[in-house]
């Protein structure tokens, strides 16, 4: 490789560390400030804190990059020098090294030579490349968010307390007129069908989820995934769900309306079922790691 060529390889991987700074924190940016993407893999109280640090990292990487640029703009182009001879010669200087040839002017054995290195010897690790994979996709691309793959998996249910909800006032009769459906979150409607007191017997519910299939023919799940912070530590929440005509697409979202089937031979932990009356597709929540009533959806 030519000295011109080195240079070029040195000064690019100079700015590289600051660069990959402003990359990731451009892509933090991209996905808090002014939209939503980030919902689809932390939870909506980190939206402050991703923003505070993209925004650091993208103040560090431009100040760096200035700093780096600053710096050879102030390196000098050419130096002059005299050979032992006392002929003049046009060096370009070397950063970090005594080139000093051995008549002591710094010429070498080649009164011609240029000190180039093309080296840089400011090295960083090179597994803080793989930042960039991340940070390019979510600059080009939106990773959707978990779904059937996650909640297919057994060991991830999450957990519900019964007793964290208040009892539900008793339902209309059959025979009314108007039997308006409860919105409910599909953690509270598991806990509930987990209570004692039965307190969803008759009553209709309507429920948000996403689908995945089921093992019998009219049978299909519906599913939400919650996390503490995010999508890592993503668990389960899933009630089975009976239906007359075709199971809807894996991973589609859909509202429904339906009665709990009590199961009393079913384990303690065994999904809940429901017996679905109508059903209709719905767009993905805003924040899909967040369970809550359909007349909450946002």
């Avoid at 002929?87 to 200087?93: E, L």
């Avoid at 960039?132 to 057994?154: D, I, K, M, N, Q």
């Avoid at 790691?289 to 946002?298: A, C, V």
Wanted: a neutral charge; charged letters at 20%.
């Amino acid at each position: 490789m030519n000295a011109p060529s080195r240079t070029l390889r040195a000064r690019v991987r100079g700015l590289a560390p600051s660069l990959l700074l402003a990359l990731v924190g451009t892509a933090l940016l991209r996905i808090t400030v002014g939209s939503d993407v980030f919902l689809q893999y932390v939870k909506e109280e980190l939206r402050i804190p991703l923003v505070a640090t993209g925004v650091i990292l993208l103040a560090l990487g431009i100040a760096g990059t200035a700093v780096r640029l600053t710096e050879r703009r102030r390196e000098p182009v050419l130096e002059f020098r005299r050979d032992a001879e006392g002929n003049a010669q046009w060096h370009r200087p070397a950063s970090g090294h005594d080139h000093t040839g051995r008549d002591g002017t710094g010429g070498g054995d080649d009164p011609g030579h240029e000190h180039v290195h093309g080296h840089s010897h400011e090295h960083g690790p090179r597994v803080a490349w793989l930042l960039t994979v991340p940070a390019v996709l979510l600059l080009c691309f939106t990773p959707p968010a978990l779904g059937s793959f996650t909640a297919s998996r057994e060991g991830t249910d999450a957990a519900v307390d019964a007793a964290a909800y208040v009892a539900l006032p008793d339902p209309q009769p059959a025979a009314a007129a108007v039997n308006v459906p409860t919105p409910m979150a599909l953690a509270e409607f598991i806990a509930r069908s987990r209570d004692p007191r039965q307190g969803l017997a008759d009553r209709p519910v309507r429920l948000t989820g996403f689908v995945t299939p089921g093992t019998a023919p009219g049978e299909w799940y519906l599913n939400r995934l919650v996390a503490s912070c995010c999508a890592a530590d993503a668990r389960r929440l899933r009630i089975l769900v009976q239906a007359e005509g075709p199971t809807p697409a894996t991973d589609s979202w859909v509202e429904l309306t339906g009665v709990w089937h009590p199961t009393p031979d079913a384990s303690a932990t065994a999904a809940p079922r429901l017996d679905a009356r109508e059903q209709h597709g719905v767009p993905q929540p805003r924040a899909p790691y967040r369970d809550t009533p359909p007349s909450s959806e946002s």
